[in-house]
């Protein structure tokens, strides 16, 4: 049902899950760079798979919108 001229898959969020949700994707974004910053930075793969290990539980709780 469109509403308000909103398309029918229209998602809505409220302003504290539109701001729960850019939190989130900072997280991710800066477990990504970290990432980043330790292959630059020649980090061993024991260093690497922590921080890969990071980003994807970072990026998994992303995922979840709400609470």
Request: proline residues 1%; charged residues 25%; hydrophobic residues 50%.
């Amino acid at each position: 049902m469109a509403s308000a001229g909103l398309p029918e898959d229209a998602v809505l969020f409220t302003a504290g899950e539109r701001q729960l949700l850019a939190d989130k994707l900072f997280q991710v974004r800066c477990a990504a760079e970290d990432v980043a910053t330790a292959v630059a930075d020649g980090a061993t793969g024991g260093e690497l798979g922590a921080l890969v290990d990071q980003l994807l539980a970072t990026a998994r709780d992303a995922e979840v919108l709400r609470d």
